[in-house]
C-alpha cells in the first residue's frame, strides 16, 4: 500500500497506445474510448483500516473510506479459490442488482484472521464521484409522501429473498441503506446465525413512521401495528401497503408520450427486429384514431433464427400480443377493485406463453427442430392504468403502475435527468452462471459462448419458459427506453443517454427527435445488427409537457372494448364445442382465463394467415437474387 498522489486511470482498450490518463477525465487522451470509472465496496478485516488517498495492491485507489477505484478496470480480478457462503448469497440474489450489489472479486490484505475473505463490491450505491448515495433515514425528511411509501414496500419485496439467503438483518442496518432518487440500495449484506423476525423489521421503521409525511402516518401507523402484532400477516401487510401506494400515486398527474423506430442496420439487408409502436403507428392515430394501446404498450422484439425465421417470429410475437394486452386492459378497467400485482405478474406472464406457443406452433408446422427453430426476444412495457378509491370515496384514474416482462437480452431502461438505470437482466449464459451460484459475473462473462441466450420466445414449448415480470411505480419525471441489443451492446445506452435525457425531459427535443438520434448511435458506434428503439415519456408535474412533433399526449384512459365484435364473435365461438370445467378462482383471475382461451385461438388464426401471406410474398421473391444472411445469432 502506499499514499501518494492520485494514480494514473487506465484506458480498457488493449490497443491503446497510452492508456494512462489523469483521474477525472471522461474520455482517454489517446483512443476517445469512454473510461470506466469502477468503485468498489472493500469489506472484510482490516479494510476500515485503510485511509482514503491510499493505492492498494498498484491497483485499487481508496476514494473515500471502504470506497476503492478499480485504477485498471480493464484487467481481471482476483478470484476466490472456491464459493464461500457469502459469495453464494449474492450470486442467488443476482435477480435484485436493482437494489443490491455483486462480488466482483477478492482482495487479501494479509490481515489476521488469514481466512477472512475481503470482497470487493460493485453495484454499489454511490455517485459519479464514488461517494456514497444518502442513507434512507437521511432523505426520509425530505421526502414526499409516495416516495415515502414506495421506499417501505421495496423493503417489504426484499425481505422474503433476504431472509431465504440469512441475510435479512441487511435491511436493518440504517447505515447499509441507501437511496438513490426512488431506488432504496443496499451498501453490502450482512448475514448471520440469528435472523431477525416481522416484528424487527417493524420495530426498526418506528422512526420513521413518526415522522411520516401526515397525510399517510395514520395508514402508516396502523400497518406498522399488524406487522409487530400478526407475524404471519406478511400477505396482508403487503396488500395494504399497495393500496396505500396505489393511493398516493394517482394523485399525481400523469401525462404519456412514446414513438418507436426499427432500423436494418448498416451490415443487414433484411430486419428481423419488430417494435411497437412504430412511429407510423403513432401517426396513423389521427386518422385512425382507435388503436387504445398507445400509449400505454411498447414492445421490442429482436428475432432469433435468420431470414425467413427471425422476423417472421418477431413480428408474430407483436401482433399477437396486442389483442391479449388488450384483453388483459379491458378486464382490469372493468373491475372494481385493485387487481394485487402478483395476479397481473401471472397473467402478463401466462400472455407470454400462450405468444410462445403460437411461434412454437408455427416452428411445428414448418418441421423446424433444434437450431433451426425461429424465435425472438420480448422487451415489454405496460403502463396499466387501474382506477382506485380512497377511503373518502375519491375516484382516481391512473395508479401509475408500469409493468415490465423481458425475455432474451433486449433491455429496458429508465431514464432521467440525472441517471440512467438498467431496469432488465438479460437471459444469457453469463447471468445464468452467476444466478445459479457457479460463477462471478466477471469469470462467467469471459467464457466462449457467455453472451448466448438462455431463452427466447418459441423455441420451446412453453412450460420451459420462464419470463420474467417486474413492477415499477412512476412517480418522477423519466423516459423508458426499450431497445434490442443492436444499441445496448458495447454499454452505448450507458455511454449516450446524457446527449437526450436533458434535451427531451426540458422540451428542447421531440421524442421522434430522440429515437431516431438512438437509432443513429447504434449504427454509428456499433453497426454489427438490426436496430430497434422505442421511448416513452413519462410526466408527473402539472405544467411539464414534452415536445411531441406528431405524438398524442394522453392523460386519461380512454375507455376500452370488453367484448368481441358481432363478427369475432361468429369467427372465435363454436356452440357445438362444450366449454372446458373450470375449477373455482378469483372471478378476475378466471374471466381473464376465458378471455386468453380466446384470444389464444385468435392468435392462433393470426398466425396461420401471417404463415399463408409469408409463403406468398416469398414465392414471389424467388426470382430475385439474395445475398446470404448471416444469422442474427
Known sequence: MSTSAPPPLYCTNPACPQPRNPLGHEICEAC????????????????????????????????FPQVWLDTKPGAPPLLPDSLSESILSYLYLHPYRLHLPGVFGVYSLGVPPETAETLLLDNIPVDRRGQLFPTLVEAWPKTNPVRQVYWLWQMLQLWVPLTEQGAAYSLLVKE??????????????????????????????????????????????????????????????????????????????????????????????????????????????????????????????????????????????????????HSLMAEIANQEELAPPELIMEQLQEIARVVNNVIAAQNNEQGREFRQRMGTTL????????????????????????????????????????????????????????????????????????????????????????????????EEEGLLLLCSDGLSD???????????????????????????????????????????AVLTYFGVSPQKLVLVETTPLLTQPEPLETEPTEASKVLLYDESV????????????????????????FAILIAGGFGVWWQVSQSQMKSIPEQPITPSR
Open 578 to 601: 362444450p366449454e372446458p370445467e373450470i375449477q373455482p378462482a378469483p372471478k378476475s383471475a378466471s374471466k381473464f382465463k376465458e378471455v386468453v382461451f380466446i384470444l389464444t385461438i
Open 176 to 325: 447499509n441503506l441507501r437511496v438513490d432518487g426512488w431506488r432504496v440500495r443496499l451498501r453490502e449484506l450482512h448475514q448471520g446465525k440469528i435472523q431477525p423476525t416481522q416484528r424487527d423489521l417493524a420495530e426498526s421503521w418506528t422512526a420513521l413512521i413518526e415522522t411520516a409525511h401526515p397525510t399517510i402516518q395514520y395508514r402508516l401507523q396502523s400497518i406498522h401495528q399488524l406487522m409487530r402484532h400478526q407475524e404471519d400477516s406478511l400477505k396482508e401487510v403487503a396488500s395494504q401497503f399497495n393500496q396505500l401506494l396505489m393511493e398516493q400515486a394517482a394523485q399525481l398527474p400523469l401525462h404519456l408520450a412514446v414513438t418507436g423506430l426499427t432500423n436494418a442496420g448498416v451490415k443487414r439487408s433484411h430486419n428481423e427486429d419488430s417494435c411497437y409502436p412504430h412511429l407510423q403507428d403513432v401517426r396513423n392515430l389521427y386518422i385512425y384514431p382507435n388503436d387504445k394501446l398507445i400509449p400505454y404498450l411498447s414492445i421490442v422484439c429482436d428475432g432469433v433464427g435468420g431470414h425467413d425465421g427471425g422476423e417472421v417470429a418477431s413480428q408474430l410475437a407483436v401482433q399477437s400480443l396486442k389483442p391479449l394486452i
Open 32 to 63: 476517445q474510448t469512454p473510461l470506466t470509472y469502477r468503485y468498489l465496496w472493500a469489506t472484510g478485516a482490516g479494510v476500515t483500516q485503510i485511509q482514503p488517498g491510499q493505492l492498494v495492491g498498484n491497483r485499487y485507489y481508496v476514494t
Open 490 to 532: 458495447n454499454e452505448r445506452v450507458e455511454q449516450c443517454w446524457q446527449e437526450f435525457s436533458a434535451s427531451v425531459l426540458n422540451g428542447e427535443q421531440s421524442l421522434e427527435s430522440a429515437v431516431q438520434g438512438w437509432i443513429d448511435i447504434a449504427n454509428s458506434k456499433n453497426g454489427h445488427d438490426n436496430v430497434s
Open 379 to 474: 422487451v415489454m412495457a405496460l403502463q396499466l392504468p387501474q382506477k382506485v378509491i380512497t377511503p373518502e370515496g375519491v375516484q382516481l384514474n391512473n395508479c401509475h403502475e408500469l409493468y415490465l416482462l423481458n425475455i432474451g437480452d433486449s433491455r429496458a431502461y429508465w431514464i432521467t435527468q440525472n441517471s440512467c438505470q438498467q431496469l432488465t437482466v438479460d437471459d444469457d449464459v453469463t447471468n445464468r452462471e452467476v444466478r445459479h451460484g457457479r460463477s462471478l459475473y466477471w469469470d462467467a462473462a469471459q467464457r466462449s459462448g457467455s453472451g448466448a441466450l438462455t431463452q427466447a420466445l418459441g423455441t420451446r414449448e412453453a412450460e420451459f419458459l420462464r419470463p420474467t415480470v417486474q413492477r415499477f411505480i412512476i
